[in-house]
């Protein structure tokens, strides 16, 4: 009985540090995202977003376009990186992006592309790929304020040296109860590929990637 007392214990102990440390994970995320921490660097990435059934591009998308272009017009990095979607696809979000930032008088040769993704994991490693073709190393990542902590995560891991900016999105506009869920779901979206790594159930990882990417 005292063997399976301190079991008991042990895993309740485990449990609770568990779930201490993803809130602490969850705050870290929404206090990183309140900061831009953007210098001069070689390029500036917009990881993608939603595209819009007609083509436009998605309110979040068209935020972080917009937002990585004043960065280019203040000189922030001589060039931009769109990414996200099925590569060669007109309508992936790193072609529609590409596509509105041309239209706000980005010279064509300086947006490149990056696509051929469908997640934060696979944005990563493309944008690090084109960067590391062009001999490029550092880089100013552009996206929701929510999503630069997981972002930077990544892209680091990638070789990649990263300063975050976050687009205007007031954080604080959103009611805490979906600020939460938005907050836990970026914290999941961090955990996803270690659990994917450590061996756990294809089913249970696919399952919580679903969920991370299932949009708001």
Same mark, same amino acid.
């Given at each position: 009985?005292? !063997?399976?007392?301190?079991?008991?214990?042990?895993?309740?102990?485990?449990?609770l540090?568990?779930? @201490?440390?993803? !809130? !602490?994970?969850?705050?870290? *995320?929404?206090?990183?995202g309140?900061?831009?921490l @953007? =210098?001069?660097?070689? $390029? *500036?990435?917009?990881?993608?977003?939603?595209?819009?059934?007609?083509? =436009? %591009?998605?309110?979040?998308?068209?935020?972080?376009? /917009?937002?990585?272009?004043?960065?280019?017009?203040?000189?922030?990095? %001589?060039?931009?990186?769109?990414?996200g979607?099925? +590569?060669?696809?007109?309508?992936?979000?790193? @072609?529609?992006?590409? #596509?509105?930032? *041309? @239209?706000?008088?980005?010279?064509?040769?300086?947006?490149?592309?990056?696509?051929?993704?469908?997640?934060?994991? +696979?944005? $990563?490693?493309?944008?690090?790929?084109? &960067? &590391? +073709?062009?001999?490029?190393?550092?880089?100013?990542?552009?996206?929701h304020?929510?999503?630069?902590?997981?972002?930077?995560l990544?892209? /680091? =891991? /990638?070789g990649?040296t990263?300063?975050?900016?976050?687009?205007?999105?007031?954080v604080?506009?959103i009611?805490?109860p979906?600020?939460g869920?938005?907050m836990?779901? +970026?914290?999941?979206? *961090?955990?996803?590929?270690?659990?994917e790594?450590a #061996?756990f159930?294809? /089913?249970?990882? $696919?399952?919580?990637?679903e969920?991370?990417?299932a949009? %708001?």
């Amino acid at each position: 009985m005292r !063997v399976l007392r301190y079991a008991l214990y042990l895993t309740v102990s485990v449990s609770l540090l568990c779930i @201490a440390g993803f !809130v !602490v994970l969850c705050f870290n *995320i929404d206090y990183f995202g309140r900061r831009d921490l @953007a =210098q001069p660097a070689d $390029a *500036i990435v917009v990881l993608g977003a939603k595209v819009q059934p007609n083509g =436009q %591009p998605g309110p979040d998308l068209r935020a972080r376009t /917009e937002h990585a272009v004043d960065l280019h017009r203040t000189g922030m990095a %001589p060039r931009l990186i769109c990414s996200g979607g099925v +590569e060669g696809d007109p309508l992936s979000a790193a @072609a529609v992006c590409r #596509g509105l930032a *041309i @239209a706000l008088d980005t010279p064509d040769a300086a947006v490149l592309l990056a696509d051929g993704s469908a997640n934060t994991v +696979e944005d $990563a490693r493309q944008v690090a790929a084109v &960067m &590391m +073709e062009h001999g490029w190393s550092s880089a100013v990542v552009v996206s929701h304020p929510l999503h630069l902590y997981r972002a930077k995560l990544f892209l /680091e =891991q /990638e070789g990649v040296t990263v300063y975050t900016s976050p687009t205007t999105t007031n954080v604080d506009s959103i009611d805490w109860p979906l600020r939460g869920y938005y907050m836990v779901r +970026e914290g999941a979206g *961090i955990l996803w590929p270690y659990l994917e790594h450590a #061996g756990f159930p294809p /089913e249970w990882t $696919a399952a919580l990637q679903e969920w991370v990417y299932a949009g %708001p």
